[in-house]
């Protein structure tokens, strides 16, 4: 049985996927636990199981806050894949944004995987043990398992490199350095 872990690159979440994970899950993390830019990859795969952890002060969610509320400007390809999931949606806080975007990815889950098992928990990131935050990113194909080098580095994690184009401009825009790229493409 195929179970998928789908959460945030964010460092702080490392142990969180480790502890919802079974030995031989498939993880994929990118800019705020994104559905849409994944969805293609899902119907493929077709789980039985989903477990989706999206989090609160979220990054992805702030800088989405930021370009519909400040006009803050950001890539095309940012816009695409990221902010225009959100710009017909109603929200006045950061909080009730990070609720749309668990809300609307799970619903999106229920509807391309509908016989699959899903969990949603949003994770309060005020309520785990953070490790000691690294400004590096790790490109990780979807069966790599952790090291203690990488738990507190940003993880993008997905089974092909195509459909995180746009987290990689997102962890360039929040400043982060790529530590190493398992798909061995340029970019
Ligand atoms: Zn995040």
Not at 9 to 29: A, C, F, G, H, P
Not at 41 to 65: Q, R, S
Not at 96 to 108: S, W
Not at 159 to 187: H, M, S, Y
């Amino acid at each position: 049985m195929m179970q998928v872990v789908i959460s945030c690159m964010d460092y702080r979440l490392t142990q969180e996927v480790i502890n919802k994970s079974k030995k031989d899950s498939l993880i994929i993390r990118n800019a705020g636990a994104n559905i849409f830019e994944i969805k293609d990859i899902l119907k493929k795969l077709n789980p039985e199981e989903v477990v989706y952890l999206p989090h609160t002060d979220c990054a992805a969610m702030k800088l989405t806050y930021s370009v519909i509320k400040n006009h803050e400007g950001v890539t095309q390809l940012i816009n695409d894949k990221l902010i225009s999931i959100f710009k017909d949606k109603n929200f006045s806080t950061l909080k009730e944004l990070e609720e749309i975007n668990a809300k609307v990815n799970e619903d999106l889950l229920k509807e391309i995987l509908p016989k699959a098992k899903i969990t949603t928990e949003l994770v309060d990131v005020n309520k785990i043990k953070w490790p000691e935050r690294k400004a590096r990113v790790y490109v990780l194909k979807s069966n790599t398992k952790y090291d203690e080098e990488m738990i507190g580095s940003y993880i993008i994690q997905s089974p092909e490199f195509e459909v995180i184009l746009a987290d990689l401009e997102i962890a360039n825009k929040l400043g982060l350095r790529i530590e190493k790229n398992e798909f061995d493409t340029k970019f």
